[in-house]
């Protein structure tokens, strides 16, 4: 038989998997069309039932394997018997394209096209799971297992009314690779999850000479966004506001989905020496067109595993439960340079790590969290806002005439 070669990588979108199902767990697929035998223009059409693709059928099926964690050696994946599961029928027929590689003006890294497949937490196999263990998924072999794909429009691949194609009965789509990577999860009965943050905002004067509370404050604008922050849980929690974040973020195929993994200072950081102005930006009110926002990211130094990445005590707010926190952040910078116009700031949801109580309270002797509390997981909390503040700019100055 034929085989064509797809690159196949596959992942977890969150490296966990929560039985209480509040946490959806979903497997992330990366596939792209890159053989170079693969010389056909039209994209290519294939369903994702019964194939690697429809998860808890792949394992049942022999087209994924499940391995567990060895208990005496952290480097050991040992393969967990899937045979007792009784036959797992495929799920409802989903068709998924992929585009040609002729005449690709992309690199071929940045043309994978992402497939979820989300599993359900009363699944057969998820019994066979143990709360506490850390599990990966495999590809069993290079056989993706696709039963039915053509090269063809989607309208002409769903009108063929489920009937095989000439395609997929005479050649087989395999992956490209000997490995397809791995999809890691620890399994656990529930996750932290934490209280919702009800955060508002507006623009106010502040005369930096007089107020010991404004971030960074400069003389190139006497406004100031005040941010107010209120605990809308029941207990007091300690939220990590700078530093190296730990919580649960979303994956790609190969990576954190983009802007997921961020150290950079949050809005209500209380270190007076810096305006945190990250997670701001700025849209012009007439076209819509974002015209401030944050800095490009770099790829920073490379990660020091030697060195305590536990957060500094210093580096937490307590926000308590339904007392406000105002924060007066200096848009100076923000807005130095805007034309003359009107114009919105916004904030872009960010998340931080978080953990109930006080944890100054609790601190060790080196100033930092306690190693306990930085290895559980959790959900971040997220510092969001709904509010849209306006704002005109008269003779390059913020104007509040009004």
Not at 107 to 113: E, Q, S
Request: proline fraction near 6%; charged fraction near 25%; glycine fraction near 6%.
């Amino acid at each position: 038989m034929n085989e064509l070669r797809i690159h196949t990588h596959i992942n977890t979108r969150y490296q966990v998997f929560d039985a209480s199902g509040q946490l959806p767990f979903t497997i992330v697929f990366g596939l792209c069309r890159r053989s170079l035998a693969d010389t056909d223009s039209r994209p290519l059409l294939l369903e994702s039932a019964g194939s690697v693709l429809d998860v808890p059928y792949a394992l049942a099926h022999g087209l994924l394997t499940l391995h567990e964690r060895d208990p005496e050696d952290a480097q050991k994946w040992v393969e967990v018997d899937l045979s007792r599961l009784t036959k797992v029928a495929a799920k409802e027929a989903e068709s998924l394209s992929l585009p040609s590689p002729v005449n690709r003006k992309e690199h071929w890294r940045n043309c994978f096209i992402v497939y979820q497949c989300r599993v359900d937490a009363n699944g057969e196999w998820v019994s066979i799971l143990e709360p506490g263990k850390k599990y990966i998924i495999r590809l069993a072999s290079r056989d993706l297992g696709v039963k039915r794909w053509a090269y063809s429009d989607r309208k002409q691949f769903d009108d063929n009314d489920g009937k095989s194609s000439h395609d997929s009965e005479a050649v087989r789509l395999v992956n490209s690779k000997p490995s397809a990577g791995n999809a890691p999860f620890t399994f656990v009965k529930s996750l932290y999850w934490p209280p919702i943050m009800e955060i508002r905002m507006r623009l106010c004067s502040s005369s930096p000479a007089s107020d010991s509370v404004l971030a960074n404050a400069t003389t190139s604008s006497s406004a100031a966004l005040e941010v107010s922050v209120i605990n809308t849980g029941s207990n007091s929690v300690a939220v990590q506001t700078r530093g190296h974040q730990r919580f649960l973020i979303p994956w790609g195929p190969f990576q954190p989905e983009p802007d997921a993994d961020d150290d950079r200072t949050r809005i209500i950081d209380a270190t007076p020496h810096k305006a945190p102005t990250s997670s701001l930006q700025v849209v012009d009110y007439a076209t819509g067109e974002m015209v401030r926002t944050k800095m490009q990211r770099g790829t920073g130094p490379l990660i020091d595993y030697s060195v305590d990445r536990r957060p500094k005590v210093e580096d937490l707010v307590t926000l308590k439960p339904g007392v406000p926190v105002f924060k007066k952040i200096d848009i100076g910078a923000l807005v130095d340079g805007l034309e003359d116009g009107q114009y919105r700031i916004r904030m872009e949801p960010k998340g931080c790590g978080w953990w109930h109580g006080e944890v100054g309270k609790e601190k060790g002797e080196d100033g930092r969290v306690p190693a306990h509390l930085c290895e559980m997981l959790i959900f971040p909390l997220m510092l969001e806002s709904q509010d849209e503040v306006e704002l005109r700019i008269r003779d390059g100055k913020v104007d509040q005439s009004r």
